[in-house]
């Protein structure tokens, strides 16, 4: 097995043990990467027990590339005279788990595989595990920032030619096919989410995407670019005023940047989630937009552009940790006719400070 792997596998197991699982189900697409290295993968699924050497099943077209490269023993299974359940379910079998306690991921378990694995074992012993991968992933090791760095590049590469695209006329896609071309040109393997280029009173919509609004005089556009690396990913928030935006928007701007600024200086090493989330509070309620302003700031960022480990919010008590990368400041001032511009940036935390990983200037874009 691959070190880093085995490294991964052994955290599992410790965490299982804590939660008295038999065994760790892996299907999603995220976590299949992370314990096994591989981004080219389809009909996969990765066993970890408590206790034992882990196992990877897929199709037998595609085991011997897998056991190459990821050193996990592999079963294939040939299809459709067997399936992803039936191998999976031999294989629990073949730890000796008559009656296993399983945990599973928050996401994406395919029916037919959830089906085969309860017509084999109770389902009263499938439990939510999601929390053990998501602890687990929060803490990057050197080759995973170096990772996020690239995605992150790619991202800002993306931002400069959105940033450069935007005038009167053109509309909210021309913007982002622009911005696409130069991701994938800067070695980015896609977007982890549907991007957004939104403007006028659509940068209110909480998960708004570009549409074939055409960008007006006097109106500010927010652009939310993400980009991935081998898997990884990064992901920012740009504003930009075309032309004369009112001053309460600008201000609402500068009270963001503010409140970013307060939050990653509060994001270090023993901080709690809620200590971050409150040095940026504090500077939008003293603006008086307490009523407007949500009570999530931030995520962990990783194989997901969005983890739920460690979560930046109102009274969250995850504790910061150096090797976490997150995101601040997801949230606008939700007022319609001020509200809408957004900042938002990756930051890994280190031991003594830390970097910012989409690292293009912040300012408000005036053109």
């Known amino acids: 097995m691959v070190a880093y792997i085995s490294t991964r596998v052994e955290k599992a197991q410790k965490l299982m043990a804590a939660k008295n699982l038999d065994l760790l189900l892996v299907v999603n697409r995220e976590n299949l990467i992370y314990f096994t290295g591989l981004t080219q993968i389809e009909c996969l699924a990765v066993l970890i027990p408590r206790v034992g050497e882990p196992c990877a099943v897929t199709l037998w077209l595609d085991a011997g590339y897998v056991e190459r490269e990821s050193g996990l023993t592999t079963y294939g299974y040939v299809f459709p005279r067997e399936s992803l359940a039936s191998k999976v379910v031999e294989r629990i079998r073949a730890y000796g788990l008559k009656e296993p306690r399983i945990g599973f991921e928050r996401y994406f378990v395919d029916f037919a595989l959830y089906d085969g694995l309860r017509q084999a074992f109770p389902e009263s012993n499938f439990i939510g595990a999601s929390d053990i991968f998501y602890r687990i992933r929060a803490i990057k090791e050197p080759a995973e920032v170096d990772l996020l760095r690239r995605a992150a590049a790619a991202a800002c ?166 090797g976490m990368v997150v995101d601040l400041l997801l949230p606008t001032i939700y007022r319609p006719g001020i509200g809408g511009p957004r900042v938002t940036d990756v930051i890994y935390i280190g031991e003594d400070k830390n970097e910012i990983l989409t690292d293009h200037p912040r300012e408000l874009v005036q053109i």
Do not use: W
């Open 157 to 322: 590469r993306g931002m400069e030619a959105a940033i450069k695209s935007v005038r009167p006329g053109v509309t909210e896609l021309d913007i982002l096919a622009e911005a696409e071309y130069a991701r994938l040109k800067a070695g980015s393997g896609g977007s982890s989410f549907r991007p957004q280029v939104v403007s006028g009173e659509r940068t209110l919509l909480t998960h708004p995407c570009a549409s074939n609004k055409k960008i007006t005089p006097n109106e500010a556009v927010v652009i939310h670019l993400g980009a991935t690396y081998e898997g990884y990913c990064a992901k920012m928030f740009r504003t930009v005023a075309v032309g004369k935006i009112s001053d309460e928007q600008e201000q609402v701007y500068q009270i963001l940047l503010e409140a970013q600024s307060r939050a990653i200086a509060a994001l270090r090493p023993g901080a709690t989630a809620g200590e971050v989330d409150a040095a940026a509070r504090e500077v939008v309620e003293k603006a008086g937009y307490a009523n407007s302003y949500l009570d999530l700031v931030g995520y962990g960022v990783g194989l997901r552009q969005s983890e739920f480990y460690p979560i930046i919010g109102k009274g969250r008590t995850e504790v910061i940790e150096a």
